[in-house]
């Protein structure tokens, strides 16, 4: 039998609204894993704003801060930081506008601004811990992805064609490496595994997960997704707090 995988979103997908993982979803990952097919979690989150879930789900493998930082079984298969140079330009610009920044590592997170509205309300919504003032971290480290707070990213996305972008709240963006996404980090990790597309399965229900879901063989929007994602699915399973994952793993008889 080939072997599978399966890739899982956090927020909206694994993580209710009240960042809950349902106990039907720990026991659908547990058989599912008892069955001899790899879970992987693919996110937008760094490494360090789901430690507690990974140990809940004993998962050692993710694609996280949107495909740039990628691990198996504990160990880095792929990164990719911003350009310093590109980003800098990005900051200079951002600047002008009072659109502050939070810088992304894998082990944790710095804001060129002490005290923001927009960075307090996302982030608080996330519910991690908030980012400590750095404004000059992205000159000595790498950075994974910058978080920006605006409420309009067009100027950016006409402007500063070397990063994409994707909006994940009202008040915030992920900035990412240009053509990165969870799809690059899902492709770079199928590759090493010798897993083809075919049998690898995505769920998903938020914006930074299309490409994802697109890519695998079967893309599983949530039924609490937003229209896009549920538009380009292979097949819409139940809310999250419906037993959505259960329901689709048994759907799809993975479980």
């Known amino acids: 039998m080939e072997k599978k995988i399966v890739f899982f979103d956090i927020d909206g997908t694994l993580y209710n609204d009240q960042k809950e993982i349902p ?10 894993k008892s069955n001899g097919v790899d879970v992987v979690i693919a996110t937008g989150r760094a ?6 879930l990974r140990n809940e789900l004993n998962v050692s493998s993710y694609v996280s801060i949107n495909g740039s930082y990628v691990v198996f079984n504990g160990e880095v298969v792929y990164k990719r930081a911003l350009e310093q140079v590109k980003l800098q330009q990005l900051e200079e610009e951002a600047n002008n506008f009072n659109h502050p920044l939070v810088y992304v590592h894998h082990n944790h997170h710095y804001s060129n601004n002490k005290d923001h509205p927009y960075i307090n309300k996302s982030i608080g919504e996330l519910k991690i811990i908030e980012p400590k003032y750095n404004p000059d971290f992205f000159r000595t480290e790498e950075v994974y992805q ?11 996305v006409t ?3 070397d990063f994409d972008y994707i909006r994940w709240h009202r008040y915030s963006i992920d900035v990412i490496p240009s053509g990165g996404s ?3 980090g899902v492709e770079v990790l199928l590759e ?5 597309k075919e049998n690898a399965y995505a769920f998903g ?13 079967t893309g599983v929007a949530m039924g609490n997704g937003c229209d896009e994602v549920k538009a380009i699915a292979n097949y819409i399973t139940k809310s999250v707090d419906e ?3 259960h329901h689709g793993l048994q759907h799809f008889g993975l479980i």
């Not at 490494?47 to 507690?52: A, C, N, S, V, W």
């Open 159 to 161: 402007n500063h064609q």
């Open 23 to 32: 106990k039907t979803t720990v026991q659908a990952i547990e058989k599912l």
């Open 243 to 245: 037993d959505g994952i």
């Open 182 to 184: 969870k799809a690059k």
């Open 146 to 156: 910058a978080l920006l707070f605006c409420e309009d990213e067009s100027h950016y």
């Open 192 to 196: 090493k595994l010798g897993i083809s």
């Open 47 to 52: 490494p360090f704003m789901f430690e507690e």
């Open 205 to 217: 229900d938020a914006l930074n997960d299309l490409e994802m879901l697109q890519y695998v063989g």
